[in-house]
């Protein structure tokens, strides 16, 4: 008897550790990041026993009253404060969840051991002992957040339109930065690319933001940050609400990019400069910042696995949404420049099936849905239609004045729909690779980025617009580590951004028909018989073709280089059908200038 007391005893003792070596930290509110803590094996970064490759935690999150299910992966987390302490082993392991309902869930802990486990999808893996088989409850509350921060707006969605929808209801519209591609090459990151003898010339300081860094903002390891935490400080500051970075540009232009402890070990990853990346993202989420995972390029595509969706690049793509798909508001981008469309790949180039292949893996394993995109660099022709799981295009442009922006989104987004599924299409390289957006003392005015690019992309159905920077000018897509070369045209992107924000325009209902514009060249956004969007290049004076209408309609003037309020010109309305003049715009000397033209049923 006293045998079967004693082994009673330590089995009370056992279940009492595993439910002592759980812990929830965050805000237990709707739209935060929930993170669970785990004291699993104790192991590290280059143990013989791979953690990252040979054990798979997941933990399946459900919602009593909905019924809602996510299954989310988790991670190795070395000490559980790598960022801070560099540690490269310990016995931590996490889960990121972002709930989307208030009320109480339910979660359940599955951790599995066996070789290559973290990409097997086998029932005959053995547990991992520790926290598998863990389960729990936690209740969420409502969201105190406002403002800019998507804690108060929740996860942007992918909703089979043309523009993403966050969801508290609202639509979201992006400007901001594509450049410089290797933004992570920062010195204050932890790891070996700093001295590795690849292109260590590039690596970044960022030394120009520490100004924009301010207290109270999040640092790491004793202060270190500050400087790329002000960058993206700064671009909010200028009303932009985007920015884009490779994840891993091993083979590329940088090859200071990648997840991982080395250049050449690519199933062993560098936790404590996962999670200094994971503080500046989360830093982000508060500014209201979409982020924008690029997560190859044209070099690299095949790296992993020769063009195929094996191992290594499995275990890439699970780390990252592990580590970074609680954030809400973002898009994997594939690959930039994909496909088989050089004469000389530096890698095995991804042909369309394993595009597509590659695109129906993240999806499988993406809890949350987020917007999947590509580049082109071959065409998206075998990418579109609803068997596919790509819902949009990150598009770029080949002309230094932007002047393909308008017709290429418009060809995308019609090839689309003409497939049988809406794509959200962004433009996020307008220009070309060699000038694009040059800086503000090479061209203040920015008019070409400005009417062909900026405004081409929106009126033609674009979602947002990302700004790359070409190789042939100062502060470009390598060099760049001051935004405030092109602080004038931030400014601009405001401009156009506060539009379509701040008027009631419900541009998710509008299509693009230039043809009712008299004028050649200049852009129509129309809910017919109700509001009409016209941007005038050049001004003067155009005719609208209301066509049948017979409507009365109020005209309102708006300066796209100015911004500020809408004007009024010398025709305040318009009656009738057919073609009516829309007047001149309101400032004589500026009528030769582009103009926006706001014309609403009365």
């Known amino acids: 008897m006293k045998q079967i007391q004693s082994l009673i005893i330590v089995l009370l003792l056992f279940s009492i550790n595993v439910v002592s070596t759980q812990e ?110 863990a389960s729990g409850t936690f209740t969420i509350g409502e969201s105190d957040k406002t403002g800019r921060d998507f804690r108060g707006k929740g996860r942007l969605q992918y909703v089979s339109e043309k523009y993403l929808k966050f969801q508290n209801g609202e639509y979201f519209l992006k400007c901001g930065s594509d450049a410089p591609e290797n933004f992570l090459a920062y010195d204050k990151f932890d790891g070996t690319f700093h001295n590795d003898g690849h ?88 500014l209201g910042m979409f982020l924008h995972f690029k997560t190859l390029e044209h070099e690299n595509q095949g790296l992993l696995d020769n063009g195929g969706t094996g191992l290594y690049t499995k275990l890439y793509y699970r780390e990252l949404i592990a580590r970074f798909g609680h954030h809400l508001a973002l898009n994997w981008n594939l690959a930039e420049e994909t496909g088989d469309w050089t004469e000389t790949p530096p890698t095995f180039p991804l042909d369309a099936k394993e595009r597509i292949r590659l695109a129906e893996y993240i999806s499988e394993i993406d809890p949350y849905d987020h917007h999947l995109v590509i580049h082109n660099g071959a065409w998206y022709d075998p990418l579109y239609g609803p068997n596919t799981k790509f819902t949009g295009a990150s598009l770029q442009t080949n002309k230094p004045d932007f002047s393909r922006v308008h017709s290429q989104t418009l060809k995308v987004i019609e090839e689309a729909e003409s497939a ?59 060099s760049c580590q001051d935004y405030r070369s092109r602080d004038l045209f931030w400014e601009q992107g405001k401009i156009c951004l506060d539009f379509f924000n701040n008027n009631e325009i419900p541009f998710w209902n509008m299509e693009s028909d230039d043809s009712l514009i008299s004028s050649k060249g200049d852009y129509v956004l129309a809910k017919p018989g109700d509001m009409y969007v016209v941007y005038l290049k050049n001004g003067g004076e155009s005719t609208l073709d209301f066509g049948n209408s017979n409507s009365e309609y109020d005209v309102l003037w708006y300066n796209p280089r100015k911004g500020g309020e809408l004007q009024k010109g010398k025709i305040k309305s318009i009656s009738g059908s057919g073609k009516q003049s829309l007047g001149l715009p309101p400032i004589k000397k500026e009528r030769d200038n582009d103009w926006v033209v706001l014309v609403t049923k009365s």
Not at 244 to 252: C, D, E, H, P, Y
């Open 199 to 286: 292109k260590d010339n590039l690596v970044k300081t960022w030394s120009a933001h520490l100004q924009d860094w301010s207290a109270g903002d999040p640092t790491w390891g004793g202060g270190k940050g500050k400087e790329i935490i002000g960058a993206v400080n700064y671009l909010a500051s200028k009303g932009m609400n985007a920015f884009s970075f490779l994840t891993m540009n091993i083979a590329g232009d940088d090859q200071n990019v990648f997840p991982y402890v080395d250049y050449d070990t690519w199933d062993r990853f560098d936790v404590s400069k996962l999670d200094q990346w994971e503080i500046l993202f989360e830093h982000a989420d508060k």
């Open 420 to 478: 049988g599924k809406v794509w959200a299409v962004a433009v996020d390289e307008p220009g070309d690779a060699q000038h694009s957006l040059i800086t503000d003392e090479e061209d203040p005015k920015h008019n070409d980025a400005r009417k062909n690019g900026l405004w081409g992309a929106m009126m033609a159905g674009a979602w947002g617009t990302e700004w790359y920077f070409g190789y042939k000018h100062p502060h470009s897509d390598l």
């Open 24 to 133: 929830i930290q965050g805000e237990l509110k709707k739209w935060h990041k929930v993170t669970l803590v785990f004291e699993g094996p104790e192991t590290s970064e280059r143990a013989e026993e791979n953690p990252f490759l040979n054990y798979r935690l997941n933990v399946t999150f459900s919602h009593q009253a909905s019924g809602e299910v996510f299954i989310v992966p988790g991670y190795y987390a070395t000490d559980g404060d790598a960022g801070n302490s560099g540690g490269e082993l310990g016995n931590i392991w996490k889960v990121h969840f972002t709930p989307d309902q208030i009320g109480e869930w339910n979660y359940a802990v599955d951790f599995k051991k066996g070789k290559w486990a973290a990409v097997r999808t086998s029932e005959k893996l053995k547990t991992g002992e520790f926290m598998d088989g």
